[in-house]
């Protein structure tokens, strides 16, 4: 009963120190929203800025497998490419040994319990507090309860010393211990779903004698395999190149585990010609052995990395031969699916605002080529030779593209309300609100898109043609149109300036003083005897065309606020 006893305590203990790693990466997150953001601009660079990305990006959200199920995502999402990605898979990597170092250099050198309540309780102000800093507050409330939960566990494990004969009999079979090992850490890291929170174990039951120093470096290096299950379901159901970017990081931590395990007591006689201290195999009590356990977890990704690195290219091969193109994907899907894995929204909610920006870019464009459809037809209905013909099919076409619209402001819409279930700070706040403004904004425009092919239709079935004079004054204001879509799709997810602002209420009174132009055309052929409907529905053609610069400069002007 005892132990029994003891095992729940090391699982509350562990408990608490993965919420303690969630609410401190929160926290970051919040602090670093915008700044982290910006950091993943690099991706598009070459790939040594991508592993330094990647790494980066870890460091700050204290979880690998976080990052890389991001990394897939924004694949799927078309944000980064197979290449791009393999670098960044590599930097999360090492970032991942940030974790162990903090564990090692204050978890065992420090009295926690000294330590974890104080940062608790000054968190915990900090974080109820109205004030600028409230984000920093989640952080050493986090750091906290980090600690206190790793105090705990590491009280509780020497309890099992002794009490597990079968674990110092595997430690004595040679190079299938390591196999044993690496097969535990794999399983432990499967189950936490954290390889921070796996390898802090690790380290723990080192320092306590529960396992040799060996076993444990085993035991790290089975964690990193481990770690690769969270990409990996996040790439079911998603594109060929996300599910090849998962395939990567599997390789990728598969392969470095293989040479690792073959080459362990190399690994481990350099780390002891790098690390102060003493440590021999099969020592256990030991305090440098979490400083040493940490440094071979960062020797081993920092030499996988640059092994692989040259390699990227032929990697990209590799893993395009054994995951085949779909055909089917190249073909323009009926309906719109936003596919995420739900995980990653918890894991990292500031980040997919980065996500949905792009799809967001992605209506823009839907909506920016369903008027310029409309226009192209407008342009050359006077030399077209059936254009009942012409119109039906540009109806259709627009009908499927409005519909399709609509189930992305739906998505999209739910995707952010995701998100803002989550801990945002302040401006990643507002920007969702701002970009929940944007889709509606465009979701309106493809329906007055729709709406104009609609009158256009209508014009030719009932023989209401407009003449000559009037497809001239008309081509150029929807021209104008044209240019304002084209701008504010072009600046769609970007700072505006306000000489961009400025130019963009000048193209807006330039299409109103156009549309005051056509609408006393349009009055005056009525003053003179012309057809009444025509001229009717030329005036209503117009005043819907000009909607579509009104929503334009709504946008402009919200994207500027």
């Known amino acids: ?60 959200i ?25 670098g960044v898979i590599m930097g999360a990597n090492i970032g991942s040994t940030v974790t162990a170092w903090v564990v090692s250099l204050v978890g065992f050198s420090l009295d926690l319990s000294e330590l974890a309540l104080p940062a608790v309780g000054v968190g915990f102000v900090f974080r109820i507090v109205k004030w600028k800093h409230q984000d920093l507050g989640e952080v050493i409330l986090g750091f906290g309860l980090l600690f206190m939960g790793l105090d705990t566990l590491s009280k509780s494990m020497p309890a099992l010393e002794g009490n597990f004969s079968i674990i110092e009999a595997v430690s004595s079979l040679g190079f299938l211990s390591y196999l044993i090992g690496a097969g535990a850490g794999l399983a432990l890291t499967l189950i936490t779903h954290s390889s921070g929170a ?8 080192a320092f306590n004698g529960v396992i040799t120093y060996e076993m444990a470096a085993a035991m790290i290096l089975g ?35 293989c040479w690792a395990l073959l080459l362990l007591k190399p ?16 020592m256990t009590h030991n305090p440098m052995i979490p400083a040493h356990l940490a440094m071979f977890h960062t020797i081993f990704n920092v030499a996988n990395t640059l092994l692989f690195l040259p390699l990227v290219k032929p990697f990209a091969s590799l893993v395009s031969f054994i995951i085949k193109e ?10 719109y699916r936003l596919v995420y894995y739900s995980g990653a929204i918890h894991d990292t909610p500031e980040l997919n605002i980065l996500r949905a920006e792009k799809e967001i870019r992605d209506m823009a464009g839907l909506s920016s080529s369903m008027y310029a459809r409309f226009s192209g037809v407008l342009r050359t209905l006077r030399e077209t030779g059936d254009k009942e013909a012409a119109v039906t099919a540009l109806t259709d076409e627009l009908r499927q593209k409005e519909a ?18 989550e801990q945002l700070n302040f401006r990643s706040e507002h920007r969702i609100s701002q970009l929940l403004r944007i889709i509606s904004i465009l979701e309106d425009m493809t329906d007055d898109s729709y709406a104009i092919s609609l009158l256009l239709e209508r014009s030719v079935r009932k023989k209401q043609l407009f003449k000559g004079k009037e497809m001239d004054a008309l081509v150029p204001y ?3 149109v044209e240019d304002f879509l084209a701008v504010v799709r072009e600046h769609l997810g970007r700072k505006v300036s306000e000489e961009q602002i400025a130019y963009a209420r000048e193209l807006e009174a330039a299409i109103d003083k156009s549309r005051n132009k056509l609408r006393k055309l349009g009055r005056k052929r009525i003053e003179a005897g012309k057809d009444v409907k025509t001229e009717l529905l030329f005036i209503d053609l117009v005043r819907r065309i000009e909607r579509l610069g009104d929503y334009c400069i709504e946008i402009a002007e919200t994207i500027a606020r």
């Open 478 to 480: 929807v021209n104008q």
């Open 267 to 282: 690994l481990l006689a350099l780390v002891g010609l790098i690390m102060p201290g003493t440590v021999l195999p099969g």
């Open 62 to 86: 204290q979880s690998s497998s976080a990052a890389t199920v991001m990394v897939v995502s924004f694949v799927n999402a078309g944000l980064l490419t197979l290449t791009q990605s393999i």
């Open 198 to 205: 796996s390898t802090a174990i690790m380290l723990t039951m």
């Open 1 to 60: 009963m005892a132990i029994v006893a003891v095992l729940f305590r090391i699982i509350g203990s562990l408990c608490l120190f993965l919420y303690g790693m969630k609410v401190m990466s929160d926290g970051i997150q919040q602090a670093a929203g915008d700044r982290l953001q910006r950091v993943l601009n690099f991706m598009t660079g070459n790939r040594f800025i991508a592993v330094i990305t990647g790494f980066a990006v870890t460091a700050i």
């Open 326 to 335: 779909d055909k089917t994907e190249k073909a323009a899907p009926e309906h």
């Open 223 to 257: 964690a990193n395999i481990g770690t690769t299950i969270d990409a990996a379901l996040a790439a079911i159901g998603t594109k060929t190149t996300a599910r090849r970017a998962a395939l990567v990081h599997v390789l990728f931590n598969v392969a470095g585990a």
């Open 404 to 421: 399709y619209a609509d189930e992305m402001r739906e998505a999209l819409t739910y995707f952010l309300m995701e998100c803002t279930r």
